[in-house]
């Protein structure tokens, strides 16, 4: 008997006597202690359009969340595609992490045309308060269309 059989039986052996099989109930249980209560999504919202600000230097929302039923996933990516030489966009998330004051969480700066246009917010998962909002302020060149797309996803506990 080679030594890595009979370290795996002698586990087995331990394994039956300190541990007998045990029902789905408690493995269960054991899961939700250890992970929490799972969850699953409720709803989804997709946010879709383009938007053109109204001047240089003015702050506009692609994206300003109010509080959702329960806790939330959202994700989205913004379009950068109309941008030309000369041209200088900022891209800021902002979220409540107190629940009721929205602060900056990231800020992206693009200047001129982009060899890949397509800008991802990456995934945030957000307590129900959070008021996740996306803004797109154009600071300098010409006023351009910056068209966009968000999903957000509700969760619920199951």
Same mark, same amino acid.
Not at 72 to 84: F, K, P
Not at 113 to 127: F, G, K, S, T, Y
């Given at each position: 008997? +080679? ?7 002698? #586990?087995?052996?331990? $394994?039956? !006597?300190?541990?007998?099989? $045990? ?5 269960? #249980?054991?899961?939700?202690?250890? $992970?929490?209560?799972? @969850? #699953?999504?409720? +709803?989804?919202?997709? &946010?879709?359009? +383009?938007?053109?600000?109204?001047? $240089? ?5 692609? !994206?300003?969340?109010?509080? =959702?039923?329960?806790? &939330?996933? *959202? ?5 950068? =595609? ?6 200088? *966009?900022? %891209?800021?998330?902002? %979220? ?14 693009? +200047? ?21 909002? @996306? ?15 968000? %999903? *957000?996803? @509700?969760?619920? @506990?199951?």
């Amino acid at each position: 008997m +080679s030594l890595a059989i009979y370290h795996v039986e002698k #586990r087995r052996d331990l $394994l039956s !006597i300190a541990a007998p099989p $045990l029902g789905r109930r408690w493995w269960r #249980r054991l899961a939700r202690r250890l $992970l929490g209560d799972p @969850v #699953r999504i409720a +709803s989804k919202t997709r &946010y879709q359009d +383009s938007v053109t600000p109204s001047d $240089l230097n003015v702050e506009t929302d692609l !994206i300003n969340l109010a509080d =959702q039923s329960d806790d &939330y996933i *959202v994700e989205g990516y913004v379009s950068l =595609q109309n941008m030309a030489a000369g041209d200088s *966009v900022e %891209i800021k998330v902002y %979220i409540a992490v107190d629940g009721a004051n929205q602060v900056l969480s990231d800020k992206m700066t693009f +200047s001129d045309a982009q060899d890949i246009p397509v800008v991802r917010v990456l995934a945030h998962v957000l307590p129900y308060n959070a008021k996740f909002r @996306v803004t797109v302020t154009q600071t300098a060149g010409t006023l351009r269309a910056f068209p966009y797309a968000f %999903i *957000v996803q @509700v969760m619920e @506990v199951v």
